[in-house]
């Protein structure tokens, strides 16, 4: 089966009815992260990150592990809130 979000020069391909519930799938397009969940309802979520330390990361990263690459951003950064 083909990934569920992919990037090409016509824009981005999303295949909802393939995704798991609170799974996040991402790709890269115009040099930003775009990711995208579905949640308990159904409904589709995206995000947009334009971060250059999280964009050059996310692309060398060999995994689509991209919620351990968020989580390593936010505690070098200190942006956990209280």
């Known amino acids: 089966m083909d990934y569920t979000v992919t990037a090409g020069p016509e824009g981005i391909k999303i295949q909802p009815e393939n995704m798991e519930v609170e799974k ?17 309802n159904d409904l589709l979520n995206c995000y947009e990150i334009e971060e250059k330390e999280i964009v050059e990361e996310v692309k060398k990263s060999n995994s689509e592990d991209i919620e351990s690459i ?12 209280s």
């Open 24 to 40: 996040f799938y991402y790709c890269i397009f115009e040099e930003k992260v775009m990711l995208f969940f579905k949640d308990r």
């Open 70 to 81: 968020l989580q390593k951003y936010i505690d070098k950064n200190n942006l956990n809130s």
